[in-house]
């Protein structure tokens, strides 16, 4: 029974995170545990997965945190789960620059 108890529990500690996050640093909210429901968007396979960057305001507890969160999710309870959360990686190698297109003058018939 032991044994058992020990191999579910390294199961379980594999998924497990220790993460910390400071006051006015950014997180990426995950919203994939309400599949069924459309408040945060597109309902099926467009919607997404994490909403974000929000603001941590404040930390509650050991692992609560509350969000700044944009007037469009006014409705949503701003307090949620270090398990919600992920932390905001900010890159400016994502962002794509649109390239110019060249358009041929010819008109086609």
């Known amino acids: 029974m032991k044994a058992a108890q020990d191999r579910q529990k390294?199961?379980?500690d594999m998924?497990?995170?220790?993460?910390?996050?400071?006051?006015?640093?950014?997180?990426?909210?995950?919203v994939?545990?309400?599949?069924?429901?459309?408040?945060?968007g597109r309902k099926g396979k467009l919607s997404?997965?994490?909403?974000?960057?929000?603001?941590?305001?404040?930390?509650?507890g050991e692992v609560t945190y509350r969000l700044a969160l944009s007037m469009k999710l006014g409705n949503v309870h701003n307090v949620f789960q270090v398990s919600q959360?992920?932390?905001?990686?900010?890159?400016?190698?994502?962002?794509l620059q649109p390239r110019a297109i060249a358009?041929?003058?010819k008109p086609y018939l």
């Not at 497990?16 to 400071?22: A, G, K, S």
């Not at 994939?32 to 945060?40: A, D, L, V």
């Open 10 to 12: 390294s199961y379980g």
């Open 15 to 30: 998924k497990r995170q220790d993460l910390e996050i400071e006051i006015g640093e950014k997180v990426l909210l995950k």
């Open 32 to 40: 994939s545990p309400t599949k069924g429901m459309k408040r945060f």
């Open 48 to 60: 997404p997965r994490n909403i974000g960057p929000q603001e941590v305001l404040q930390r509650i």
């Open 85 to 95: 959360l992920r932390r905001y990686v900010h890159d400016l190698n994502h962002i």
């Open 103 to 105: 358009l041929d003058q």
